[in-house]
T-cell receptor, first 111, second 115 residues
Framework: GIQVEQSPPDLILQEGANSTLRCNFS?????LQWFHQNPWGQLINLFY???GTKQNGRLSATTVATERYSLLYISSSQTTDSGVYFC?????????????FGKGTHLIIQP | GAGVSQSPRYKVAKRGQDVALRCDPI?????LFWYQQALGQGPEFLTY????????KSGLPSDRFFAERPEGSVSTLKIQRTQQEDSAVYLC?????????????FGPGTRLTVT
């Protein structure tokens, strides 16, 4: 199956800072999702982004499918942005499969 | 509308007991997935249904794990003779499967502790 690597594994920032999280995947995919897992364990959908760029408020994401990576940008961080950010792709690359997750980036935003 | 719901939210089982975990997907969602998340790790795929058909169970860790979705809506994940290594959060997700979009939405999970 497809391998997913995320970096950095941990990130500590002050409130107001910007950050970029990276997701590399080992083969072609036709969908990719970014999630935020909050401290209560709920996985919150951030982006469904097989290719291109999307923006939602202070967050944006870009997937370059031909180069097998995706980036998640968080601007003007707030303490509520703390948590673990996961990237996930279908384990065989196809659309309807179960997802393979990276190990996540653990983000801590300090006041 | 309502999201994916799971019950119970917490379950403590003695080693050797059987447990049943329930998932109610978003209404009208065709596909349903089960994942296992160990502490400090990302979720790992267990099994997948399209309507009532179980299309992939390659991630189930042993034959003690069994899932069903008899009417194509609610699903149950059953674990027989629980072991300590089964302690984890079990997540359910559903997907509408419309056109070429396969976005999955997750429930809050069931935290299973085997003592």
């Amino acid at each position: 199956g497809i391998q997913v690597e995320q970096s950095p594994p941990d990130l500590i920032l002050q409130e107001g800072a910007n950050s970029t999280l990276r997701c590399n995947f080992s083969d072609s995919v036709n969908n990719l999702q970014w999630f935020h897992q909050n401290p209560w364990g709920q996985l919150i959908n951030l982006f469904y982004i097989p290719s291109g760029t999307k923006q939602n408020g202070r967050l944006s994401a870009t997937t370059v499918a031909t180069e097998r990576y995706s980036l998640l940008y968080i601007s003007s961080s707030q303490t509520t942005d703390s948590g673990v950010y996961f990237c996930a792709v279908p384990y065989s690359g196809g659309g309807a499969d179960g997802l393979t997750f990276g190990k996540g980036t653990h983000l801590i935003i300090q006041p | 509308g309502a999201g994916v719901s799971q019950s119970p939210r917490y379950k403590v089982a003695k080693r050797g007991q059987d447990v049943a975990l329930r998932c109610d997907p978003i209404s009208g969602h065709v596909s349903l997935f089960w994942y296992q998340q160990a502490l400090g790790q990302g979720p790992e795929f267990l099994t997948y249904f399209q309507n009532e058909a179980q299309l992939d169970k390659s991630g189930l860790p042993s034959d003690r794990f069994f899932a069903e979705r008899p009417e194509g809506s609610v699903s149950t994940l059953k674990i027989q003779r629980t072991q300590q290594e089964d302690s984890a959060v079990y997540l359910c997700a559903s997907s509408l499967v419309r056109g070429s979009t396969y976005e999955q939405y997750f429930g809050p999970g069931t935290r299973l502790t085997v003592t």
